[in-house]
Every structure is written in structure tokens, then in C-alpha cells.
């Protein structure tokens, strides 16, 4: 289990090295890393972090702030439609990750120091 | 999503066991298990059903100990996905779906919706959070059984 504060909203928060200090701990050279994140609203992405920005105008696009009956709906249908979920090759003891790309939170909501929890299975040898 | 008026029959919904597919490896010491179920969904073709508890209570019968489960729907139309279960906000669902063209099956409502659900298991339970549910949305206008295939992974208690 991984804790980290965030804030928001829309707001990325780089979890890659959390990640990959806890791979090493658990001493699997090769298997299989599957991340869910706890929670209705927030999002788990793979992503060039320079490209952050420009995900998040299609996103605003996509999903406006506004106009839903729900309060924080937005927030839902993100989460949604991106995932809370990913799942990551070990090799090496090491994740493989696609070029330049980091595991990133995204935090939709509106709120500050909030603690968010990322389950974590490592599965092999 | 507004509720039609078959959704509210909870015994629609349940997992065909003897269909379960098991494999497992050994890795070091520990028995690592998977176990490919098919769960059933009497659906009126347009509805959100919860289907959290028929999950929780599938994952309690597999002794899923500590691992994870992942959802997805395999007919036309139909959808597995993680929200809350409240009225307003499966009214915006269904409100979003329609913008996207998902009644019309379009490819973009198919590539953000049909992405296969995951979530862990641990001690025996499903790590939702507070307000997450999973929720089977169906807006085939099609009205029967529909299958959602679960994948679960992991240790399992023996015996």
C-alpha cells in the first residue's frame, strides 16, 4: 500500500519512484505490478508528464467542470473514463515502463492535503 | 442512468460457478491461483446495475485471501465500470454516454467505457473505498442475459 498527499483539482502527482522503491523492496526480479487506486474520483495514468497540460485541455473539453446534477460528477466521470487501475511489467527488479513516460495521480477534486491510498500487488520470483 | 422498471430484482444477477476456470503456479512458496469466472445479468438493455455486493460476495465463496479481480462485460452495449451509485450522478452518466454516442455504439464511447474494471482484494475484501461501486451499465435496448467475464488472481485459502 502506497499513501501520498495530493491537491487539486486536476492536479498530477508523480508516484513512479514510490513505485519502484517498493519493487526493489519486495525483491521480485520478474513478474507483475498491478496498481488500484482507492476512491471514486481519482485517476491512474501513464504519461509523458511534459504532455500533462495539453491532456488536461482535452480532458476540461471532454468533461466540463459544470452543468452536471451531481456535485463533483466531473470528478466521477474522470476517473471513469480514464482508470484507477494499471498493471506494469518487473524486470530486473525493475518496472518497464514506456519511454519517458512516469505513473501519475490525478487528483480531480478540489482539496488540499488529502491522503490518497494506491493498493499494490507484485506477483513472481 | 435513470432505472427501468425491471432493475429492481436483485436475483438477477449471479455467478455461474460451473463455468470457473482454474490454473495456478507456484512461485517460490506461495500458490499463486487464477480462477476465470462468468457472471450472469438479467438486464431490460437499459439500466446501471450495482453489482458490487454479487462481486464481494463471489470473491468471499472463490477465498480470494489476497490478489485482485478484474470485470469486464463481453456483449454489445453493456459496460463494467467504477462509480458511485447515486441518482444524479447515473443520470450525468447517461448524459455523458449520450454525448458520446455510446447509444449509437460509437467507437469513442466503446474505447472510454469497455476498458476491463480492476480492483484489489485484500483479507478477503474488495478495496473500493467509500463511495466507488461497481456498477454493469447496459444501453444495448436489448433486453436478456448478459455476461460479465471476472478474472480472479492471486492466493487463495484452501480447503
Known amino acids: 500500500m502506497v499513501e501520498i498527499r495530493t491537491h487539486g483539482p486536476m492536479k498530477f502527482f508523480d508516484v513512479t519512484e514510490t513505485l519502484e522503491k517498493f519493487v526493489e523492496k519486495c525483491n521480485v526480479s520478474l513478474g507483475v505490478l498491478r496498481l488500484d487506486v482507492k476512491g471514486a474520483t481519482p485517476a491512474l495514468l501513464l504519461l509523458d508528464p511534459s504532455e500533462a497540460e495539453e491532456l488536461l485541455k482535452v480532458l476540461r473539453k471532454l468533461v466540463p467542470f459544470s452543468g452536471w446534477r451531481h456535485g463533483n460528477a466531473y470528478a466521477h466521470l474522470l476517473s471513469t473514463i480514464l482508470t484507477t487501475s494499471l498493471t506494469l511489467a518487473i524486470e530486473n527488479s525493475r518496472l518497464i515502463l514506456p519511454e519517458r513516460t512516469r505513473v501519475l495521480l490525478l487528483e480531480t477534486r478540489s482539496v488540499y492535503n488529502h491522503r490518497r491510498t494506491i493498493f499494490v500487488v507484485v506477483v513472481g520470483r | ?159
Request: with cysteine.
Open chain 2, 1 to 159: 442512468m435513470n432505472p427501468c422498471s425491471c432493475r429492481a430484482s436483485r436475483r438477477d444477477v449471479y455467478a455461474k460457478l460451473s463455468n470457473v476456470r482454474y490454473a495456478s503456479r507456484c512461485l517460490g512458496n506461495e500458490m499463486i491461483d487464477v480462477i476465470v469466472a462468468r457472471m450472469k445479468v438479467e438486464s431490460c438493455g437499459y439500466e446501471a446495475l450495482d453489482i458490487t455486493e454479487n462481486v464481494r460476495s463471489l470473491v468471499k465463496q472463490l477465498k480470494l485471501v489476497k490478489g485482485s479481480v478484474t470485470l469486464y462485460a463481453i456483449d454489445r452495449g453493456c459496460f463494467v465500470v467504477g462509480i458511485e451509485y447515486e441518482p444524479n450522478l447515473l443520470a450525468d452518466l447517461e448524459d455523458f454516454m449520450k454525448s458520446l454516442g455510446c447509444f449509437e455504439r460509437r467507437s469513442s464511447c466503446i474505447a472510454l467505457f469497455s476498458k476491463p474494471l480492476t480492483i484489489i482484494v485484500y483479507g478477503n475484501e474488495l478495496q473500493l473505498g467509500v463511495f466507488r461501486r461497481i456498477v454493469f451499465v447496459d444501453v444495448s435496448k436489448a433486453k436478456g442475459i448478459k455476461e460479465v467475464i471476472l478474472v480472479a488472481e492471486g492466493m487463495f485459502e484452501h480447503g
